[in-house]
């Protein structure tokens, strides 16, 4: 098992940043790939940005040369968010990958808000 808790959310104005952390518990040894997704209201829920154990990272379109994944051995995963605009408001939730495992292991999730 593993527990992902996100943080780092909140209200900012558009053109400004934050930085979303996750913390992974349990066997977070197991853990393979990392990622951010996001939903915003009436949205489905899209990937953001991946990481792999390798640290070879994928981004959305919407996000590249704005956001920068990272992450700290297999228990820490960051999202530098940086010129926000307010499309980026969603809930924004942590997810990782485990050999063996069909699903991926989701967090609760954080909101962000960007304000105009």
């Known amino acids: 098992q593993v527990q992902l808790v996100e943080s780092g959310g909140g209200l900012v104005q558009a053109g400004g940043s934050l930085r979303l952390s996750c913390a992974a518990s349990?066997?977070?040894?197991?853990?393979?790939?990392m990622g951010w997704y996001r939903q915003a209201p009436g949205k489905q829920r899209d990937l953001v940005a991946g990481?792999?154990?390798?640290?070879?990272t994928t981004y959305a379109d919407s996000v590249k040369g704005r956001f920068t994944i990272s992450r700290d051995n297999a228990k820490y995963l960051y999202l530098q968010m940086n010129s926000l605009k307010p499309e980026d408001t969603a809930v924004y939730y942590c997810?990782?990958?485990?050999?063996?495992?069909?699903?991926?292991?989701w967090g609760q999730g954080t909101q962000v808000t960007v304000s105009s």
């Open positions: 997810t990782a990958t485990v050999m063996g495992r069909a699903t991926p292991y």
């Open positions: 349990g066997t977070s040894f197991s853990i393979a790939s």
């Open positions: 990481i792999t154990s390798r640290q070879i």
